[in-house]
């Protein structure tokens, strides 16, 4: 898979590509991604991006030339591209999206705004989706597509060392991870729960499915709801209510 990203400031990329697994996902050949400086789309000596909004306001408005300019060299090649804009007013990003667009073959184009706003004719013209990662306001879109490229990335096969990793992180089941514990086994008095030491795989098991329904019911009640529970969940669930109060 492909990301191509256009940006006003690709050295945000560039640093955050070149470390840890996504670099050597791209040094594998298992995804691809390329920054593309929007400023590169300009025409005149400035290289000038934003200008005054029409009805006047705050801020600057990127201007439409040089977004139109970059997706249209970018798709000159003729292979077809999903194009995204990172913006607010997008669909909430979320893991089953993320695992979706894994599993999809078309690359992708990531449209990273600035300023004010961006131009309507490049939204309305140019995007196939807008996406958020969540209801705040960002100072651009670069974080965002660092977020996408990253979610996305790691649930390709081969970009993590561990097939399993993915399979059991939160969110993939739809509640969040139980409890991690590594060596020592005793540190300043706190101690690894003794199942973990005991090494019957099922009692294991069943104390980390139970340990991470009782971390989302405290810290996320809402996903209980919206979780494919067992019905063993269901037993597990009431238990925590109960021992919880």
Same mark, same amino acid.
């Not at 184009?109 to 004010?116: A, F, K, S």
């Given at each position: 898979m492909k990301f191509d990203i256009i940006t006003i400031f690709?050295?945000?990329f560039n640093a955050y590509l070149n470390?840890?697994?996504i670099k050597r996902a791209i040094n594998k050949k298992i995804i691809e991604a390329k920054v593309h400086n929007l400023r590169d789309f300009t025409a005149d000596r400035h290289r000038t991006v934003d200008d005054y909004p029409y009805g006047g306001g705050p801020g600057m408005v990127m201007k439409p030339e040089p977004f139109f300019n970059a997706v249209e060299t970018i798709k000159s090649d003729g292979i077809p591209r999903r194009t995204i804009m990172l913006s607010? !007013?997008?669909k909430v990003f979320n893991q089953g999206m993320a695992l979706s667009m894994s599993k999809?073959? !078309?690359d992708m184009?990531?449209?990273?705004?600035?300023?004010?706003a961006v131009d309507e004719r490049v939204r309305e013209?140019?995007?196939d989706e807008e996406i958020s990662i969540g209801d705040y306001i960002l100072t651009g879109g670069e974080l965002p597509a660092l977020v996408?490229?990253?979610t996305v990335a790691r649930l390709i096969p081969g970009v993590l060392g561990d097939e399993?990793?993915?399979?059991?992180?939160?969110?993939?089941?739809?509640i969040l991870d139980y409890p991690q514990y590594t060596r020592p086994p005793e540190f300043r008095g706190l101690m690894v729960p003794e199942v973990l030491l005991s090494g019957n795989h099922k009692d294991i098991s069943n104390w980390r499915r139970k340990e991470a329904l009782r971390r989302t019911i405290l810290k996320r009640p809402d996903l209980i709801g919206r979780a494919l529970l067992t019905d063993k969940d269901h037993k597990l669930v009431s238990e925590i209510k109960e021992e919880e109060g």
């Open positions: 690709p050295e945000i470390e840890s697994i607010p !007013q997008g999809e073959t !078309q184009i990531l449209i990273c705004g600035r300023y004010e013209n140019l995007v996408i490229i990253d399993r990793s993915n399979e059991e992180e939160s969110f993939t089941w739809g």
